[in-house]
C-alpha cells in the first residue's frame, strides 16, 4: 500500500521555507520504495493554488511556472507517481461527505480522506483533523 500526499506535505516538500519542511523531508527520507508517494490532481491543484498565492506567502509567493517546474522535479524521483481516482471514490466520498456534522466544511480534506479510503492509500499529513474521518488509515508526521 502506498501513501498519497496530503497537500500540506507537498507544500512542505516544495517550500524550503515552510515550518514543517524538514519534518516533511525526515518523512520522505524514510520512503524507500519506488511509486510508494501517490499524487493525485486534487493536491497537485493545491500545492498550485498556495504556492502561487500573495494572500498565503506574501512576497514568497511563486509564479506557476516556477511551481510546474518544482513539480516536474519532484516527480523525477522515483517513489512519487501520479494516481487516478479510485473507481469509488463517488460512493467513499458520498460518505465521507455525508457524515460531517453540521458547520464542518465538505472541502479538499474530505475528498482526499475518501479517495485514500477508496484507493486503500494511506494518507501522509501534518493534520491531526483527519481523525475525524472514521476508516481511513492515516500518517500523521510528527
Avoid: K
Avoid at 31 to 48: D, N
Amino acid at each position: 500500500m502506498g501513501y498519497l500526499a496530503d497537500v500540506n506535505v507537498l507544500i512542505a516538500l516544495l517550500h524550503a521555507r515552510h515550518a514543517q519542511s524538514e519534518r516533511a523531508i525526515a518523512w520522505l527520507d524514510r520512503q524507500e520504495q519506488p511509486g510508494s508517494i501517490c499524487l493525485c490532481r486534487v493536491a497537485q491543484m493545491g500545492v498550485l493554488r498556495i504556492l502561487t498565492n500573495p494572500a498565503w506567502l506574501g512576497l514568497e509567493a511563486q509564479s506557476p511556472a516556477a511551481v510546474w517546474d518544482a513539480w516536474d522535479y519532484l516527480l523525477t524521483d522515483e517513489r512519487f507517481i501520479r494516481v487516478t481516482e479510485p473507481v469509488r471514490l463517488d460512493a467513499e466520498w458520498r460518505s465521507v461527505t455525508r457524515n460531517l456534522p453540521a458547520g464542518r466544511r465538505a472541502d479538499t480534506d474530505s475528498y482526499l480522506a475518501a479517495f485514500a479510503r477508496a484507493g486503500g492509500y494511506r494518507l501522509a499529513t501534518f493534520d491531526r483533523g483527519f481523525r475525524l474521518f472514521q476508516g481511513l488509515d492515516a500518517e500523521i508526521i510528527d
